[in-house]
């Protein structure tokens, strides 16, 4: 059902969440953007400037992985200013009063935690882009070291351990999901009772599946985006509004 206004969604959401005992949200890059952070596929957003640089392309060229590392230290301006919107307010409410156990999120900003999620409570299916790691022996460094070997050398870090490349700590197209978090994303969407998708344009896969798992696991699905997705066909609520005018009424003291 696809709310009629916002008010009416909210109202109904707001019943969902009480008659609710376990929810699990599932975040996408929409919840980020009132915090400065844009998403890839909305007018303005990332993909519409820069194509995105497949994992084996960055392990293979030094121009690829220095363009990535360019990119990267030309957005942490915009990441080191990003604090948590109203969405990430009203999830980390829930999560303090015991009704969501973790969220399960495509993004790579960290904002969960700032708001108040425990790390071990956040499910990052995408890894996280405010450290780094060595893609050959997973040593972690800090972005600091990582903009200071750039400047230094002139170009993107490699491992001083191991001599491979360091990336983010993210998850790029073509590079293997994390096995732990998609075990976990399962789990807690085959065991929930209310899944809320929430700024996700659910073309992304096999993220994507988590929905509609939880959905033929029993779960209500509600969908919380300002376009359409091909979801919504499923979905036992359709909110189609902002997402900080929607969770606002949620969070917390
Ligand atoms: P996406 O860009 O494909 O979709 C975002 C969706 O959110 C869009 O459908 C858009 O209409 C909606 N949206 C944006 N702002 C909104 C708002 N204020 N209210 C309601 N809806 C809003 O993003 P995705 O589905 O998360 O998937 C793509 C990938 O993007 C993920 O893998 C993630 O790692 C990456 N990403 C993350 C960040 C971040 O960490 N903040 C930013 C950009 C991209």
């Not at 499910?123 to 060595?134: M, Q, W």
């Not at 070997?149 to 590079?175: H, L, N, R, W, Y």
């Amino acid at each position: 059902m696809i709310a009629s206004d916002l008010r009416s969604g909210v109202e109904r959401l707001g019943d969902m969440i009480a008659e609710a005992r376990t929810i699990v949200p599932f975040t996408g890059a929409g919840i980020s953007t009132e915090c400065g952070i844009p998403d890839f596929r909305s007018p303005g957003g990332i993909w519409t400037r820069h194509r995105p640089i497949p994992f084996d392309e960055f392990v293979a060229s030094r121009a690829a992985r220095d363009e990535a590392w360019r990119r990267r230290f030309a957005m942490e301006p915009t990441f080191a200013a990003a604090k948590p919107g109203r969405g990430h307010r009203a999830l980390a409410s829930l999560y303090r009063v015991g009704k969501v156990p973790a969220v399960i999120t495509q993004n790579i900003d960290n904002l969960h935690q700032a708001s108040g999620f425990a790390p071990d409570h956040v499910v990052e299916l995408h890894g996280n882009t405010t450290y780094a790691r060595c893609i050959g022996c997973g040593q972690t460094y800090q972005l600091d070291w990582a903009k200071r070997c750039f400047d230094e050398a002139g170009g993107a870090p490699d491992c001083m351990s191991c001599g491979e490349p360091v990336k983010t700590a993210t998850i790029s197209f073509g590079q293997a999901m994390p096995e732990d978090a998609m075990q976990r994303a399962t789990e807690l969407s085959q065991h929930c009772d209310l899944f809320i998708a929430i700024g996700s344009s659910l073309v992304v896969w096999p993220a994507a599946g988590f929905p509609t798992m939880a959905k033929s696991s029993g779960a209500r699905l509600v969908i919380v985006n300002r376009e359409p997705t091909d979801q919504d066909d499923i979905a036992d609520l359709v909110i189609r509004h902002d997402i900080g005018e929607t969770l606002g009424p949620f969070v917390g003291n």
